[in-house]
C-alpha cells in the first residue's frame, strides 16, 4: 500500500477502530458496548471502502454497512428491554439484580434473541453473512485485523459477556447453536469451489464464527473464547499471508493463476502452511486444542448428532484449506510470464509480522490445554476467565475424550495427507468459471444467495425508491414547491397592474379604502 494516495487516512481510520474495539470490550455497561459496537461498524464501511474510486468496493462497504444496521437494530432492541425489565443497562448491576427477580422465560428468550440478531449481523452468520466475503474489497490488513480477528468476533464477545441471561433460557441457546452449526456447514461447502485466494478465507471466518456460536450454544462460553484467541493468530496469519502471496503475484488473487509459489517465497509458504494445519487441527497446534474443546463439549452436551454435524463443517474446513495451499504453492506455475519475471519474496516488513503469528499459531493452543494431557498448566484461558464467564463443565471420561480427540486428529491428518495427492497433480486443478456444471457450479456461486437477495429485497427497494423519487419527490413536494412560487409569480404579476402610475387612479384607490374601513 505504500504507493497508495492517502495512506495517513488509512492508518487514522484503522486507530479509530481500535479505539471503538477497545470501547466495545471495555465498556461496563450496554451503552458504551454499543457506542462501540457502532463505531467498529462505522470503521469498517470506511475501511472496505478505502479505495473509493472502484465503484464496485463502494457498493461492497455500502453492502457490509447495511448489514450491519439490519442486526444492531435487534441489539438496540435488546438493550431498550433490558432497561424496562431490569431498570439497568450495567453489566454488574444486571447481573446482581437477576437472581432475586421473578422472570418470565418468554422475556429472557425474547432479550436473547434480540442480543443475538445484533450478534449475527456483526459476525456475519446466517441470513446476514453475505456481507463478509464482499469486504475482502478492502485492504489485505483491514482483513486480517478486523474481518478475521476482531470486529467479527465482536457477536461472539457479547453473547459470552451476556452468559448469565442465555443459561436462563434454553430455547435461545439452542437457537444459538442451530444458526451457527447451519453457518458452519453452509459456508464451508461454499469455500470448497471458490477460486479467489481471500474469498476461501472469508467463508473460512465465516464457518469458524458459525463453530464459536455452536459452542456459546451448548453452553461452552469459556471454549468459544479460547476458538475466538487462536482462530485470532492462524487467521490473521493466513490474510497476512495471502497478501504477501498477492504482493509477489503483482495483485493477482486467483489461485488457479497462481502455482508453484513455495520455491519463489518460501518464508510466505512455510508460515501458510502452518496456518493450514493449524486451522485444520493438525496435532498440538492452537486449533487442536481449541476446536477439539469444543467438539468434546459438543459432545458431552449436545450428543452425537451435534458432534457429528459440528465435525462435518470441520472436515470441510480441512479439505478447503488444503486444496488452496496445494494449489497456491505447489505444481508449476500457472501465471503470466511478467508475473513469473516479477515474482519474489516479500519484504521483511511484512514476513517478521507472519513469523511471529506462525509462532503464536503453534504454541497458542497451550493457554488452554485440556486436563487430561496433562500439559504444562491446564484450563488457563478458562481460569482466567472465571470472574465473568463459567468454567466448562463437560463430565466426559477420559477415554471417550481421547477416543474423540483421536478419531477428529487422524481424519484431519489424513485429509491433510490425502489431498496433496489429489491437488498437486495437474490434472486435478480447479476448471474455469464456465466450464463448471451442476453442483458445482451452484456451490462455486455461493448457492445464488446474493442472488436471491438481490431479487427479493434490493431490486424491489430500488423500484420503490424510483416510484417514490418520481410521484413523492418530484410530482408531490417538488410540484408543491414549484406550485406555490408559481402561484406567488402569478398573484405578484396581477398585483402589478395596479401600479400603473396615474395620481387620480392612487387617490380613488385611496378613498374606496378610507370608505371601507369605516
Keep these: ?84 425489565t431490569f431498570g439497568t443497562i450495567g453489566f454488574a448491576d444486571l447481573f446482581a439484580r437477576m437472581p432475586g427477580m421473578q422472570l418470565e422465560a418468554g422475556v429472557v428468550t425474547m432479550i436473547c434473541i434480540l442480543l443475538f440478531i445484533g450478534a449475527m449481523g456483526k459476525s456475519a452468520q446466517i441470513p ?31 453473547v459470552a459477556r451476556c452468559n448469565p441471561l442465555y443459561s436462563l433460557s434454553p430455547d435461545a441457546m439452542h437457537f444459538v447453536a442451530l444458526i451457527g452449526l447451519v453457518t458452519s456447514i453452509f459456508a464451508a461447502i461454499i469455500g470448497l469451489r471458490q477460486n479467489d485466494i481471500k474469498k476461501v478465507l472469508a467463508y473460512s471466518t465465516v464457518s469458524q464464527l458459525g463453530l ?33 502471496v498477492i504482493h509477489g503475484m503483482s495483485g493477482e488473487q486467483d ?10 517465497m518460501p518464508v510466505t509458504f512455510w508460515v501458510f502452511l502452518i496456518g493450514t494445519f493449524a486451522i485444520s487441527g493438525f496435532p498440538f497446534l492452537s486449533g487442536f486444542f481449541s476446536k477439539d474443546e469444543i467438539f468434546a463439549f459438543t459432545y458431552a452436551h449436545g450428543g452425537k448428532w451435534w458432534w457429528g454435524f459440528a465435525g462435518l463443517g470441520a472436515l470441510f474446513t480441512a479439505i478447503y484449506m488444503c486444496r488452496l495451499l496445494y494449489v497456491t504453492f505447489f505444481g508449476e506455475f500457472r501465471g503470466t510470464a511478467e508475473q ?15 513469523i511471529v503469528l506462525a509462532v503464536l499459531s503453534v504454541v497458542g493452543g497451550f493457554l488452554n490445554t485440556p486436563h487430561f494431557l496433562h500439559l504444562g498448566t491446564p484450563q488457563w484461558l478458562a481460569g482466567w476467565f472465571g470472574a465473568v464467564i463459567p468454567l ?8 471417550t475424550e481421547w477416543s474423540l480427540m483421536t478419531f477428529t486428529t487422524s481424519l484431519a491428518v489424513a485429509i491433510i495427507a490425502g489431498l496433496y495427492f489429489v491437488y498437486t497433480r495437474s490434472g486435478n486443478l480447479p476448471v474455469a468459471d464456465n466450464l463448471q456444471t451442476g453442483l458445482t457450479r451452484v456451490i462455486a456461486n455461493k448457492f445464488y444467495v446474493d442472488e436471491i437477495y438481490d431479487f427479493l429485497f434490493v431490486k424491489p427497494v430500488e423500484k420503490l425508491s424510483r ?18 412560487g408559481a402561484g406567488v409569480r ?29
Excluded at 133 to 139: E, K, L, V
Excluded at 467 to 484: A, K, M, S, W
Design 1 to 84: 500500500m505504500h504507493d497508495d494516495e492517502g495512506f495517513w487516512k488509512f492508518f487514522a481510520y484503522l486507530n479509530l477502530f481500535i479505539f471503538s474495539m477497545l470501547l466495545l470490550v471495555m465498556g461496563d455497561n450496554f451503552l458504551m458496548l454499543f457506542f462501540g459496537w457502532e463505531g467498529v461498524g462505522l470503521c469498517s464501511y470506511l475501511l472496505i471502502g478505502f479505495w473509493y474510486t472502484n465503484k464496485e468496493y463502494g457498493k461492497a462497504a455500502r453492502k457490509a454497512f447495511i448489514m450491519n444496521r439490519i442486526g444492531d437494530l435487534g441489539l438496540l432492541l435488546g438493550i431498550f428491554l433490558i432497561f424496562k
Design 490 to 518: 402569478l398573484l405578484g404579476a396581477q398585483a402589478r397592474k395596479l401600479q400603473n402610475g396615474n395620481i387620480e387612479y392612487y387617490l380613488l384607490s385611496m378613498v374606496v379604502g378610507l370608505y371601507c374601513f369605516c
Design 255 to 264: 489461485i488457479r493463476n497462481m502455482g508453484g509459489l513455495r520455491k519463489a
Design 128 to 158: 446476514l453473512y453475505t456481507w463478509l466475503p464482499d469486504a475482502m474489497a478492502g485492504p489485505t490488513p483491514v482483513s486480517a485485523l478486523i474481518h478475521a480477528a476482531t470486529m467479527v468476533t465482536a457477536g461472539v464477545y457479547l
Design 340 to 354: 513469473k519475471h516479477h515474482l519474489h519474496e516479500s519484504p521483511a516488513v511484512m514476513t517478521v509480522p507472519l
Design 212 to 244: 464459536m456460536f455452536v459452542a456459546l450454544g451448548m453452553g461452552a462460553y469459556a471454549s468459544a473464547i479460547f476458538h475466538v484467541t487462536t482462530h485470532a493468530f492462524f487467521k490473521a496469519l493466513l490474510f497476512l499471508a495471502a497478501g504477501s
Design 392 to 399: 466448562n463443565e463437560m463430565h466426559l471420561p477420559e477415554s
Design 467 to 484: 416510484l417514490f423519487h418520481h410521484y413523492v419527490d418530484i410530482q408531490g413536494i417538488d410540484g408543491l414547491v414549484n406550485g406555490i
